[in-house]
């Protein structure tokens, strides 16, 4: 996947930093900026910044930036899990009233940011309000600039009246960039613009937020909502640093068609056949290049071009409607003479060499004289939680373990095995595994690895006890290159991996921690486990006998 690379972040020095808070927007002459609070990893110290809001759809707390490459692994946050019975009953506070054992601000700031608390039968939930915007409305860096324009959506289709229709046709404008489009766009794109509830709270954001120093709206109605969340818990409260999956919206129509100016389709006569460069049948030995490009993104300052824009793939959020409907494409025919494109011959033999390249990219206001490309995000979706298994086992074991050991920084994140083996795959779907970053203060990491079992198979826990205190970079290569590994040995973990990374870690199994995982909803099971796994790993003291002698 490419690398994401912010130039601003860069200028914060060699120190990792995590993005910690964000508080609000603010509008300059070149056009709408986010501001962000960053903490540093290893100092505690606190900067701000100002990045382009074509940046909020990647933007969530706890995620950390490596000389401004974005990490895969949050540095905080455990997996949580609420049913929320109405979203649109909430009351809205401030960052002042977050209790400071919950989320620490070091006694900064005059708490004017905006949140939304739930009242939950698992507790009170507590959510930034511009995290709840970011994961209902902002899909892309075209919804992100469009959010704080009033009407601005109108311009990115042809207007519907909101409401339900059995059949709706969404006819997107050139000025929605066709690299953003799928399936899984054009049905959020549909609730947003057309479901009158989702509409009136994306125009509430522009109408309450507007000219304040917050971020401030009316949430739609969903009912029973279900959140799967990352978040940091203080008893029966949970603070949301990135909403990952939710559940409650309703599909404005039974059928939903969507094209765009350039989704066509050329039909050819077979008359008068080109060549074109195509796959070589005589298997020539020739080593083939794959290209990869990584985007440097600047400061927003200078704005964009109104053309040309590049595309990468996030791995960020998921949304569940209420079932599921046809979605097709709609493609402009066009007939035009010449045949079927014929191939010349290229090779497709010999081996692959990854070839990487950067460039310059910007999300900030498109502007005729920039010279820019902007910078689109495709959406995919995560890992999910259906997919886990008896991962749950371990997530409920390592909350009791955060519950327990509050000073400990606990990360947690799921992630997709690598692709292209038989281990890959479970039950017909990307196998998960789960990672979990312990972060003991005053010393080196320890990172927990397990991965989803199904199709028989037998394997322990591991732990990566690494053996120095490290930058979270050579935490996160360590985590892939083991990960990787796993899967390249059909499923055990691979001994040439372990040895291969003995200089920076140690690693360790841990079989039959864990057992039997179908008791892991057995009343007290997850807190003995808790207790283990923290003996093991040298974070709790053992109990002293007290018999006599």
């Known amino acids: 996947m490419s690398r994401l690379l912010i130039r601003q972040l860069t200028n914060l020095g060699p120190e990792h930093v995590e993005m910690y808070w964000l508080a609000g927007l603010v509008e300059k002459e070149s056009g709408w900026f986010v501001r962000a609070a960053m903490r540093g990893v290893e100092s505690g110290q606190y900067s701000k910044v100002e990045l382009p809001i074509g940046l909020l759809p990647i933007l969530s707390l706890g995620h950390v930036f490596a000389r401004g490459e974005r990490q895969s692994l949050p540095a905080r946050g455990l997996i949580g899990q609420a049913t929320i019975s109405d979203t649109s009953e909430c009351e809205e506070i401030t960052s002042a009233d977050i209790p400071a054992g919950l989320y620490s601000f070091d006694r900064r700031g005059s708490g004017i940011q905006r949140l939304l608390r739930y009242s939950t039968a698992q507790g009170d939930v507590l959510i930034p309000t511009i995290e709840l915007v970011r994961f209902l409305f902002l899909h892309n860096s075209t919804l992100a600039h469009a959010i704080v324009r009033p009407g601005a959506l109108n311009l990115l289709f042809h207007p519907e009246a909101p409401g339900y229709q059995r059949v709706l046709t969404l006819r997107f404008t050139s000025k929605l960039p066709k690299r953003c489009l799928s399936h899984q766009f054009a049905q959020e794109f549909a609730w947003i613009a057309l479901d009158p509830g989702a509409r009136r709270a994306w125009d509430r954001v522009c109408l309450q937020s507007i000219g304040k120093e917050y971020v401030s709206f009316t949430p739609p109605q969903l009912r029973n909502s279900v959140w ?321 002698g």
């Open 228 to 548: 799967k969340f990352r978040g940091v818990q203080q008893g029966n409260q949970w603070l949301v640093l990135e909403l990952l999956h939710l559940t409650g919206k309703h599909h404005p129509c039974d059928e939903l068609y969507y094209g765009h100016p350039s989704m066509k389709e050329v039909i050819r006569s077979k008359e008068n056949a080109e060549r074109k460069p195509g796959a070589d049948t005589n298997g020539d030995d020739v080593s083939r290049e794959h290209f990869v490009y990584d985007y440097e993104l600047d400061d927003g300052q200078d704005g964009a071009k109104t053309h040309g824009e590049k595309a990468t793939d996030i791995y960020s959020k998921q949304s569940e409607f209420d079932r599921s409907i046809t979605v097709e494409k709609l493609l402009i025919k066009l007939d035009r003479p010449g045949g079927n494109w014929a191939t010349e011959p290229v090779s497709t033999t010999g081996p692959m060499v990854e070839v990487r390249k950067t460039i310059k990219v910007s999300s900030g206001d498109q502007r005729l004289s920039a010279t820019l490309p902007p910078l689109e995000f495709k959406l995919l979706k995560p890992a999910s939680w259906d997919c886990a298994g008896d991962l749950s086992a371990l997530a409920g074991t390592v909350q009791k373990m955060a519950q327990r050991k509050p000073q400990i920084q606990f990360g947690m994140s799921l992630c997709y095995l690598k692709t292209g083996r038989v281990f890959s795959m479970a039950n017909r779907k990307p196998r998960v595994g789960l990672v979990v970053t312990i972060m003991p203060p005053g010393y080196p990491p320890i990172v927990l690895l397990d991965v989803e079992r199904t199709g028989d198979v037998a394997l322990s826990l591991i732990a990566l006890r690494f053996r120095h205190r490290t930058t979270f970079d050579v935490v996160e290569a360590s985590v892939q290159r083991s990960l990787d590994g796993l899967v390249d040995a059909s499923g055990h973990w691979d001994h040439e991996v372990e040895q291969e990374l003995s200089k920076v870690c140690a690693c360790e199994r841990m079989p039959k921690m864990l057992t039997p995982r179908n008791k892991a909803d057995a009343e007290g099971q997850t807190a003995l486990w808790a207790m283990k796994l923290l003996l093991r790993l040298g974070l709790e003291v053992a109990p002293v006998s007290s018999g006599a």
